[in-house]
C-alpha cells in the first residue's frame, strides 16, 4: 500500500496439552513452546511492528515458586528483542546451573517463560502513544492464583466512555481511561465475583482454602464470565485472556470483524489471527485450522479441556473486507484467490480507460502486497489479447500468411517492475518544503521501458489519503512521460473512518471526503455540509441504536465516476505533465471477490454494530468544529 496505514495488532495462543517432558523426548526442548511462539509472532509481524509482549504460564507450580512471566518491547524490532531477552535469561541459567540441561523439572521451577500455557501479541503505537506501558499483554495481579488475568486482543471498542462509566457503577476505580484496561477490568470484576462465590460454596460444604484452589479452577465457569463482561461491548475484537490457574481463552466479537483461527490436537491448542501461520508453524492442513465463529469463545480448561462456547448472539456476519484487500498474509490460500479475483475484475474498467490498446500499455504495481491483485488483472488482460488473437487470425481466413500469424501470436501483455519501493527514507528535516522534497524519494522508478506513446497502469491495494500518491508515485512516474498515467485501486473508494481497529480515526484525511468536498463547492451544494452538521449535533444525546449515519449525504449527489474523476485531479498537481486517472474497485466487485467477507463500512458507511454511526458522525462534527480529536 503506498498510503502508510497502521492496523492495530495480532494475536498468538498457544496451550500445550502434554506435560513439558513430552515435549522434550519428542522434539528435542522443553523450549517447544516458547519457540513456536516465536514462529508464530515473526509470521504475524506484518500486523504490527511497533511493540510485541509474551506471557505465560507455568501449570501446578508449589506456593512460592513464580508461575507468571511477562517481557515486552518497544525496541526498533521488537519480536527479536524480546526473544533475546528470554534466551539471554535461559542461558545465564544454563551457564550457572549446567545441571539444568536435562532436568526439565529444575527448567521449569527455575527458569521464566517455559510453561505450558502462553499468550504472544504484537502491535502498531496507536493514537500517537507507543511506551511500553501500552503493549499487550497486560497484566491484572492478585494474590488468589485465580484472580490474575492477562490480556491481549486485536480490537476497538466505540463505546469505552460508556464502558468506564459501567465500571465506576460497579465500585472500580480504573487506573486508565482507555478499552484494553476497561475490557480487562469489566472481565477481572465478574473473575473475582465468580471466585468468590465458588470459595463461599466450598466453604459452606467444609473445605478450607488450600483444599478449595483446585476446585475453583475445576469449577470456574469462563464462558459465564465472558457473557456477564461482554453484555455491552460494541466494537471489533479478538480477545484473548489467560487465567492465573491455566485456564485460557480466546472471544470473537458477534459480527465476526476482527479474524481469529484455531487448530487443536491432543497435544496442543493454538489461536492465531491469520489461518496461514498455524498452517505454516505446526504443517497441518489448510482445513485442519478452523475459524472461531462470530460470538463464539474458544475455552481451554486448565484439565486440558476445550470448549467452543457461544457467548454473544451473532450479528450479520461483517467481517473486515480491508483485512482481505491488505492486511491479512496473502498466503492464505482464500486471500490469494480473492485478492487475486480484485485484480481480475478492475479490468473492463481499465480497457475502457486505454481504449483497449494493450499493445501501447505497460502494466505495474505498487510493491509490494498489491503483487497478488497485479496477477489477476494480467491474466485478465492475457484472456483479452488470447481473444483479439482468436479473432484476427479467423478473420484472416486462408489468405493469412505464416509471417503475419507470427507477428499476430507474438503479441502479449507488456508486464514491468516499474515502481521500487527505495529505502526506507526519514523525513528528518521538519521544514514544509524540505519534507515534500524527502518524501517524493520514498519510491523510484524503472527507466528506459516507457515510451511516449504509452499507457502506463499501475495497481494500488487502496488509496486511503493518497498523500504518497501525489507527493511521490505520480512525480517519479511522470519523469518516464507517458502518454497516459491510469493508477488502480483494488479497493473501492475509503470515505468513512474506520473504529474498529484500522488506523483511520478522521474523515478530512481521505482523499475521497476532500473530492466529495471540492465537488460541493464547485456545484454550490456546500450547504449540505451545515445541514449535515446540524443532523450530527442533533443525535448527539440518542442511544447509539437510534443513530442514523449522516455524512453519507455529503456523497449522495455524485456518481462513483465523478468523485474519482475529482480524486485525479486533486492527486495530480501543476507539476505532473501527463494526464493521470485514478479508477477503484466497484462495491459490487468487491463483494464478489469476497462474498464470506462483506464487512465495507470504509467504502459504504454501512457499520456494522450502533457505535459505528455515532463515531462517523462525530468524526464529521469534529471536522466540521476543526477539532483534532479522534471520533472514539
Known sequence: MSDALKHECGIAVIRLLKPLEFYKEKYGSAFYGVNKMYLMMEKQHNR?????????????????????????????????????????RVNKEFKEHPEYMDDVAAQKKNIPYIGEVLLGHVRYGT????????????????????????????????????????????????????????????????????????????????????????????????GKILKRAAKNWDGGYAMAGLIGH????????????????????????????????????????????????????????????????QILEPLERKSCSFERIYFSRGSDAEIYQERKMLGRLLMPKVLKAIN???????????????????????????????????????????S??????????????????IAIKDVKLRTFITEDSSRDDLVAHVYDVTYGVIKPTDNLVIIDDSIVR??????????????????????????????????????????????AFQAALALLKENNMYHIIDDVYKKCIEQTELKDKH????????????????????????????????EVKVIFQGVDCLHKACPEHLGDWYFTGNYPTNGGNRVVNRAFINFYEGNNERAY
Not at 372 to 393: L, R
Not at 554 to 566: G, H
Request: glycine share 4%; aromatic share 8%; proline share 4%.
Open 466 to 511: 493518497g498523500t504518497t500518491l501525489k507527493k511521490s508515485i505520480l512525480k517519479m512516474l511522470d519523469r518516464l512521460n507517458p502518454k497516459k498515467i491510469i493508477v488502480v485501486s483494488s479497493a473501492p473508494q475509503i470515505r468513512y473512518p474506520d473504529c474498529y481497529g484500522i488506523d483511520m480515526a478522521n474523515l478530512e484525511s481521505l482523499v
Open 356 to 398: 483497449n490498446d494493450t499493445k501501447n500499455t505497460v502494466f505495474s504495481f505498487i510493491p509490494n502486497t498489491a503483487e497478488t491483485s497485479f496477477f489477476g488483472m494480467i491474466e485478465t488482460v492475457e484472456d483479452f489479447i488470447n481473444k483479439k488473437k482468436t479473432e484476427a487470425i479467423l478473420n484472416g481466413q486462408r
Open 246 to 309: 491455566g485456564d485460557a481463552f480466546v472471544l470473537r466479537d458477534p459480527a465476526g470483524i476482527r479474524p481469529a483461527y484455531y487448530y487443536k490436537d491432543d497435544e496442543i491448542v493454538v489461536v492465531a489471527s491469520e489461518r496461514p501461520v498455524i498452517q505454516t508453524v505446526f504443517n497441518v492442513k489448510f482445513e485442519d485450522v478452523k475459524e472461531l465463529e462470530p460470538g463464539q469463545a474458544i475455552i481451554t480448561k486448565k484439565s486440558g479441556e476445550v470448549r467452543l462456547k
Open 127 to 222: 493514537f500517537g502513544k507507543n511506551s511500553v506501558e501500552s503493549v499487550h499483554p497486560f497484566l491484572r495481579q492478585n494474590n488468589w492464583m485465580h484472580r490474575n488475568l492477562i490480556m491481549a486482543g486485536n480490537f476497538n471498542m466505540t463505546n469505552v466512555k460508556e464502558l468506564f462509566s459501567n465500571l465506576i457503577e460497579l465500585g472500580q476505580h480504573p487506573k486508565e481511561y482507555t478499552d484494553t484496561i476497561t475490557i480487562m477490568e469489566k472481565i477481572g470484576h465478574f473473575l473475582d465475583d465468580a471466585v468468590s462465590k465458588i470459595y463461599r460454596d466450598l466453604k459452606k460444604e467444609g473445605y478450607n482454602k488450600q483444599q478449595a484452589s483446585p476446585l475453583i479452577a475445576e469449577r470456574l465457569k469462563v
Open 400 to 417: 493469412i500468411s505464416a509471417e503475419d500469424v507470427t507477428e499476430i501470436l507474438s503479441e502479449r501483455a507488456r508486464v514491468e517492475k
Open 48 to 88: 504490527g511492528q511497533d511493540g510485541a509482549g509474551l506471557a505465560s504460564i507455568k501449570l501446578d507450580t508449589k506456593p512460592g515458586e513464580r508461575y507468571i512471566s511477562r517481557v515486552r518491547s518497544i525496541a526498533q524490532q521488537p519480536i527479536q528483542d524480546i526473544f533475546a531477552q528470554i534466551n539471554d
Open 547 to 578: 443513530v442514523q449515519n449522516f455524512v453519507k449525504e455529503v456523497y449522495d449527489p455524485f456518481t462513483d465516476e465523478q468523485i474519482s474523476d475529482k480524486i485525479s485531479e486533486l492527486l495530480s498537481d501543476e507539476t505532473i505533465k501527463t
